[in-house]
DNA sequence: AATGAATGAGCTTTCATTCAT
DNA sequence: CATGAATGAAAGCTCATTCAT
């Protein structure tokens, strides 16, 4: 109801890969809004204030309030898809492939890209059926990334149970940390990606 | 925007000490409603819809629609919380206790209770600041029985980290389980338990 | 918006002629809300709050809401025309008759049917059209004793204006101290009479 | 409960300073209507159809129902404690300035501002308490104006009685005339403006 | 008579979206 | 491209009135 108001663009990090255009501006604002007041809860006339233009201004870059959503889940999760897959490429063995997609993972949900990643998981609902269905698709060739590094491990034996539900709870436990997690605590991404790991091998 | 709709009570479980008042009755079609479309997109005519009344009748019962939402949580935190302290109590060993705080969060976030729970995490930013605070209040008291036996459990050497932190990882692992799993599906409540639970300790 | 509330009748003066009757009791707590915080602001559960029954019971008494407001205004338009009528009998004089009048009328705006009297004057559009034309008539005899009083005072050459202007004139004033004379202050009832008996004839 | 209607700005007289922007418009209509029908009994989609406009537009201009009140009283009190100063100014002797107030204040009950100026008398219990106490403020600089004449007047031995206690009687005989007085009748402003002065003073 | 849950029409207000300038 | 007044559908909520008990 009556939420912590932002004021302007200059405390919002920039995500990803977006610039200063009129766009772009508009995307960093929106992710940082819907993820702290919820998409429902921010209003056309928060974001506007927010870029610093009049909100009739904003129907000139999206057709509607839900492309504006869908633009920075797209962003979030195109950004973020590229960076597991090179977490993927730069291990050598499973196990540092694994230690890789969890420390991307974290990074990308804690550090720069954190409010479109937040935005990505908990307003999903928001999304029409259509644009929930466009995106399931992105989403799987995200989730096949740790799928298959984790059916690696099983073949190794360093992983004992089905890679669909270990997964599942290593990514709930992953994607939790947008709720406690703050980098400037005392746990570091690091140590905090150890942690993980260890939870989601048999043994060290 | 056009969620699936749900016609009528019959088919919302009863959960845990909802009765079949006019109350209860909104209780639990608040929950599933809440829950499946999320707060902001529920009407109260939508809500009254279901109940079965006119939307006018649901503020005999409720003063607001956030006081709908306060005793949808409350009802889950005071329901859950004393289920926790059960499975404690229940538990001859620190194994077993944690093995019962996982199995016994696993059911009330799976089971009858999951959608009064999945209101109760996924809704948090709907409610205003002063039931925020107050919440925060019963939501420590249901930790700290979490955080007790983790500390226990590190005494004896059985995790290795901060049961804070530890407890976090555990708690998203666990509540991530209201995206995917499904009680019909393969894998049953106490299978996914053990799981969890080989995750949180250091060894079998 | 937020109009000072009443508790109880237990404060509220016993009017003209209204017992301790249901409704009676309705009547003169109506009386008082009606006039404290405006018709259209008091709800029937203020009232019966007031009074001490569930809303649903006032309409045992009376058929609307409005036919509260017309009991009111009913109840203080005959007695206190049968209070002026008094007042013209006891007149010796045309003089003594018209100070009779004021005294009579400060009296009953000022003393136990001011709530009544007051509601009369300034709720008097909030009655229906149907409602407006009966009580005209019932004004209309009300009104025709300072007329008929007043063109006498005019034949004796003690007021040299049209009676029918200047009676407003004078009730204008009376009915006006509704909103500032206090009982309680330093003039009484009497010595205002004087003034205005003052003001309305032609010299001392 | 069924006010005569109207229809459109076309015969609502400009008052005093407002133009015809939007905003002037809305105070027109809006003047009339609270008077006419009383503020509770105008809705939003009473005063958007008369302006012409739709319901949702009002609230671009004013924030709530209340800021039209509240700008409809302001205006009719700065309009009209200027022209309450002008006449005090313009007046050379005492008797020509309370002549002056008399004349003022019965233009503006009855002349252009007549609306708002019922509106400030009888919709005052529709303020929020806070907005009395602002407007408060206002009505004292108003009411200066009289009290600080009829205390020279008094002076002067023009009148006898406790300013105070006599502005408060010509007050009340002045605004009660806008329930009776037409301007098309058979007695003019001034005439009328005659017979108070005459009311107010000792002698002629 | 009294109750109090239920009604349902209607209220003020919000807000994504449009469009003439 | 930007503006900002205007739209109009829909939201949460109120409240006089009804009626089975």
Redesign the interface.
């Known amino acids: ?3 912590a108001t932002v004021q302007s663009l200059d405390n919002i990090p920039h995500m990803g890969g977006l610039d200063d255009s009129p766009r772009g501006r508009v995307l960093r604002a929106a992710a940082h809004l819907f993820r702290t ?2 998409f ?2 921010t209003t056309v006339r928060d974001l506007a204030r927010v870029v610093g233009i009049q909100s009739g201004s904003l129907f000139h870059h999206f057709k509607t309030k ?1 492309d504006i959503l869908c633009a920075v889940m797209e962003e979030a999760i195109t950004y973020n898809t590229a960076r597991m897959a090179e977490a993927v490429e730069n291990g050598k063995t499973v196990r540092e492939q694994l230690r890789g997609l969890i420390r991307a993972e974290l990074e990308s949900i804690n550090g720069d890209t954190g409010d479109s990643m937040a935005v990505l998981v ?1 307003e999903w ?2 999304l ?2 259509d644009n929930q269905a466009r995106f399931l698709a992105m989403r799987a060739r995200y989730e096949n990334l740790w799928l298959d590094v984790l059916a690696a491990a099983r073949a190794q034996g360093l992983v004992t ?2 890679p669909f ?2 997964r ?10 947008v ?3 703050r980098k400037s605590g005392p ?1 570091s991404l690091d140590e ?1 990606a150890d ?2 790991l260890e ?2 091998l048999k ?1 060290k």
Request: no cysteine; net charge negative; charged share 15%.
């Open positions: 109801m009556e939420p007041q919820g429902e809860r839900e908990y609902g928001a029409s059926p149970h089905d539900v270990w599942r709870l290593i990514g709930g436990a992953i994607s939790w940390t709720t406690w997690y746990v905090l942690m993980v939870m989601a043994s």
